[in-house]
C-alpha cells in the first residue's frame, strides 16, 4: 500500500519553531522529488519547498530563510522544520512526492502523483 503519513503539527504562537514529518511507505521512494505544500482555508494550495534526488532544495519566497526541508533516505522519512513562524503560515500542511522525476522537481501540485492527509499547523499572533 502507498502511502505518506505526516505527523507533528500542532499550534505554535508567532515567532516560535514547529517540525513536522512525513513517512513514506510502499513504493514512494523519499529519493524521488519530495515537497511540502500548505493550503489556508480559502486559499490554493501552494508549494512551500521541494528537495531532489540530489538533496537539491527549492523554497517559496515567503518561507525562505525560515523553513528547512530535509529527507532521511534510510528511513524514508521527508522533514519539514520552520522556524520564526508568522500568522499567515497557518494551514494545512501536505507532503507530496512526484514518483516521475528526481531532478529539477516541480512547483505545482499537478506534478505531485501521491499526497500525505494533511496535518494543521496553527501560528497564533
Known amino acids: 500500500q502507498v502511502q505518506l503519513v505526516e505527523s507533528g503539527g500542532g499550534s505554535v504562537q508567532a515567532g516560535g519553531s514547529l517540525s513536522i514529518s512525513c513517512s513514506a511507505s510502499?513504493?514512494?521512494?523519499?529519493?524521488?522529488?519530495m515537497g511540502w505544500f500548505r493550503q489556508a482555508p480559502g486559499k490554493e494550495r501552494e508549494v512551500v519547498t521541494s528537495?531532489?534526488?540530489?538533496?537539491?532544495?527549492s523554497y517559496a519566497r515567503s518561507v525562505r530563510g525560515r523553513f528547512t526541508i530535509s529527507k532521511d533516505n534510510a528511513k524514508n522519512t521527508l522533514f519539514l522544520h520552520m522556524d520564526s513562524l508568522k500568522f499567515e503560515d497557518t494551514a494545512v500542511y501536505y507532503c507530496?512526492?512526484?514518483?516521475?522525476?528526481?531532478?529539477?522537481?516541480?512547483?505545482?501540485?499537478?506534478?505531485?502523483?501521491?499526497w500525505g492527509q494533511g496535518t494543521q499547523v496553527t501560528v497564533s499572533s
Open positions: 507530496a512526492a512526484n514518483t516521475g522525476r528526481w531532478y529539477d522537481c516541480g512547483g505545482h501540485a499537478y506534478e505531485y502523483n501521491y
Open positions: 510502499g513504493v514512494i521512494s523519499i529519493n524521488a522529488c
Open positions: 528537495i531532489d534526488a540530489g538533496g537539491s532544495t
